[in-house]
């Protein structure tokens, strides 16, 4: 089946810092992925989706600025997340979709952030 | 699915017992229905799917849905609870595009 993996997963950063943070589909191309953010106890937010040659396109209230996203290949995009503060500390996992699947979504296993 | 409704935000059971965790769409098109299920600190496993073949559909570790137009439904259940079915469930749903919906999530909690 289809794997998406995630790097790294697990980080810890000062404040003040930028983090960034990979996507990778690992047997299949995927000209959209997309990044969400869990806090704990919760659903997953859907923070943007990411185009492959093209801008990404963020969620409302999503600070483009701030969640950095580059779909530089078919089966990589990263999320830097820049400027971190203690508030942006989350799970962060990723997805990309399958056409032939009916649009099943292969998630990242995700990656823990935690800014001190 | 324009929107995802998981009805209890968690739901216990005794080890041995059936499991349902409800969840309601609403769609304008023919949904594609999923449920997924997430083990502490981990990414998302797929359990089942359903996409407009057969309306009960068999998944994983001996889950099985039902989709039910008539009742806009996509439960989930599972005859036996086993303690490692303690997890956290999404249901989620998309209308033919690449975008998910996801459910608020049901707790499952599997008691000795």
């Known amino acids: 089946g289809a794997v998406v993996s995630q790097h790294p997963s697990w980080v810890i950063c000062k404040s003040g810092t930028s983090v960034k943070i990979e996507c990778r589909s690992l047997?299949?191309?995927?000209?959209?992925m997309f990044w969400y953010r869990q806090f704990p106890k919760q659903s997953l937010m859907l923070m943007a989706t990411s185009n492959e040659g093209s801008k990404a396109t963020y969620e409302q209230g999503v600070e483009k600025d701030k969640f950095l996203i580059n779909h530089a290949s078919l089966t990589l995009s990263t999320l830097t997340v820049t400027s971190a503060h203690p508030e942006d500390s989350s799970f962060y996992i990723c997805?990309?979709?399958?056409?032939?699947?009916?649009?099943?979504?292969?998630f990242g296993p995700g990656t823990r952030l935690t800014v001190t | 699915a324009q929107s995802v409704t998981q009805l209890d935000s968690h739901v216990s059971v005794s080890e041995g017992t059936p499991v349902l965790l409800r969840c309601n769409y609403s769609?304008?098109?023919?949904?594609?229905l999923f449920w997924y299920v997430q083990h502490p600190n981990k990414g998302l496993q797929l359990l089942l799917k359903?996409?407009?073949?057969?309306?009960l559909v068999k998944g994983i570790n001996g889950f099985e849905a039902e989709f039910k137009k008539s009742e806009t439904s996509f439960h989930l259940t599972k005859p036996s609870a086993h303690m490692s079915d303690a997890a956290e469930y999404f249901c989620?749903?998309?209308?033919?595009?690449?975008?998910?919906?996801f459910g608020a999530g049901t707790r499952l909690f599997v008691k000795a």
């Open positions: 769609s304008s098109y023919s949904p594609s």
């Open positions: 997805s990309a979709p399958l056409r032939d699947t009916g649009y099943e979504q292969y």
């Open positions: 989620v749903g998309n209308t033919g595009g690449f975008k998910t919906i």
């Open positions: 047997d299949f191309q995927a000209t959209t």
């Open positions: 359903y996409t407009s073949a057969a309306t």
